[in-house]
């Protein structure tokens, strides 16, 4: 059974704010390889921590973070 996907809106919002990724890892003492991760969304967990960090850090909700994508959207993208 599909149940869909979520995907990360890091980078778009990074770039809305003129932050660069190695800012963010600075300030938030995060390791690059783990952000990485998120930012391409080949993350296989979410870690709860970091998500509150995320969103502490660009003062967002986390529905503004995360985008959750149905499986419907999945099959409509493959016609």
Known sequence: MKHGHLTFEI???LKSRGISKNQ???DMDIPRSNL??????????????LVCK????????VGTLITYHSPDEQE????
């Not at 990485?36 to 921590?49: H, P, W």
């Not at 995320?54 to 909700?61: P, S």
């Not at 409509?76 to 016609?79: E, F, L, R, T, Y």
């Open 36 to 49: 990485n991760r998120y930012c391409q969304n080949k993350f296989e967990r979410i870690d709860a921590q």
């Open 11 to 13: 980078e778009a919002l």
């Open 76 to 79: 409509a993208g493959n016609d």
């Open 54 to 61: 995320l969103c502490r850090y660009l003062n967002i909700d």
């Open 24 to 26: 963010l890892c600075k």
